[in-house]
């Protein structure tokens, strides 16, 4: 079980974001973020905890965390400003 799972949507550009922090060391925690049009809050949990192992096994002094946003880049029209 994961200390923390949130779940974020913007329905005005079809995508959903999730955060999911697995642990805290010292109230830190770290990992990366994943784009995809196929992710979903299951695998991030996985993610999540994997950067937990990874870290104690390096022994590095941080919990693990992943963040992902499911969206298609290819169904939108790229804008420049």
Known sequence: MSLYEITISD???DL???IVIDS???GISAGGLRMSPDISLGEIKKLAAIM???YAALNIELGGAK???EYDPSKHEKKYY
Do not use: S
């Open 16 to 18: 959903k974001g999730y």
């Open 11 to 13: 329905p005005n550009y």
């Open 67 to 69: 963040a992902g946003i």
């Open 24 to 26: 805290l060391v010292n």
């Open 52 to 54: 937990t192992k990874k």
